[in-house]
């Protein structure tokens, strides 16, 4: 059994509540694909799409920064915990999503047998989490031993992989790069982001993450929306792996900012926020992540498939009204015993 956690840190939940609101964002505004620009009104899907490829990578680095450098006391207790953490909920809403595939969409055996493995793109993410699960044990023991010096280490080979992904160079046949490759860098970032400490001021590191941020989304973008070819737009880009960092940055070094002067007028206000109603949406939301991230896609496909969704106004109803649904249905479940372990609330 790993160690307990201390007392949670408010700027992981915020932004794992923020990612889980991106998620679900993301995907009302697939139903609008195609994506046009021919005005700022009818761009706002494709604006928002790329907008919220940090989602994903925020999930990711959450991850890192919570999971590893600890320990952990056995590798079945490790993965008695982890994996039930995902697979449970997993295993609770993919038969749902086989019957909806099945009976409401009227998909085929072979599309909604497939829906199982992900191939159609909805439970994509919960391999990738359970891939990562298996080899972090592995990297968990090279930071505990190595520290971040280590990560640093690691950091500078992934970057490598990713801007060659980026540019659609990715030489692994004649150079082996893929143990640093993919996903499992996003934990390392995350891990070292948390816990590195830079001699810049608050305010300065706020300001640089945020230009990093808008910058790097903007830089993405431009790339997405002119569809340049053999130039990768997103988790595995650049441009967002930066984008991220300067998003995680800016609530970190916010929150420390706060905490550093609980008397400033942002201090008593983020405080106020914090231990207030607000504080505990967010925090309500971050729990409830996981199992939105599972409800809201099948939420989407039923609404388009009953209404066939494509009036682009409908847009900010057809998010809020999913994020609020998805949000009630794991939150309801996870408060009846027995069907709470399978909610993804936790």
């Known amino acids: 059994m790993a160690t307990k956690t201390k007392k949670r840190i ?35 899907p494709g604006i928002f799409y790329v907008l919220t490829h940090v989602a994903v990578p925020i999930f990711f680095m959450l991850s890192g920064a919570l999971l590893l450098n600890r320990d952990y006391h056995g590798l079945s207790a490790f993965f008695k915990k982890r994996f039930s953490r995902i697979l449970y909920p997993f295993l609770f809403w993919i038969p749902i999503a086989i019957i909806i595939s099945l009976f409401i969409l009227h998909n085929s055996y072979n599309d909604a047998f497939k829906t199982f493995f992900g191939i159609n793109r909805w439970p994509w993410f919960v391999w990738t989490m359970m891939g990562i699960y298996l080899i972090l044990p592995v990297v968990n023991s090279f930071v505990r031993e190595y520290g971040m010096k280590g990560c640093e280490y690691f950091m500078i080979i992934w970057f490598v992989t990713i801007i060659l992904n980026t540019f659609n160079h990715y030489p692994f046949y004649q150079l082996e790069l893929s143990y640093f490759a993919r996903f499992i860098g996003y934990l390392v970032l995350g891990y070292w982001l948390a816990n590195k400490t830079v001699n810049i001021s608050d ?4 300001l640089f993450g945020f230009l990093m941020f808008f910058a790097s989304i903007s830089i993405d973008f431009y790339i997405f929306m002119k569809d340049i070819p053999k130039i990768e737009t ?35 206000a983020h405080s106020k926020i914090e231990n207030g109603i607000i504080g505990k949406a967010v925090l309500s939301l971050s729990v409830c992540s996981y199992g939105m991230y599972l409800v809201n896609s099948l939420l989407y496909k039923i609404i388009d498939k009953v209404f066939h969704v494509n009036q682009l106004r409908l847009l900010p109803i057809l998010f809020i009204g999913v994020l609020i649904l998805s949000w009630l249905l794991v939150y309801v479940l996870s408060k009846i015993p027995v069907l709470d372990k399978f909610s993804g609330a936790g």
């Open 234 to 268: 997103k988790y595995l880009s650049l441009f967002v792996v930066l984008a991220s960092i300067g998003l995680f940055l800016m609530f970190k070094r916010y929150n420390n900012y706060c905490d550093s002067n609980p008397e400033s007028l942002l201090g008593r």
């Open 10 to 44: 408010f700027y992981f939940d915020e932004l794992r509540a923020l990612a889980i609101i991106f998620v679900v964002l993301c995907h009302a505004c697939i139903l609008f694909r195609p994506f046009r620009y021919e005005t700022l009104s009818v761009s706002m």
């Open 203 to 206: 305010r300065n590191m706020i």
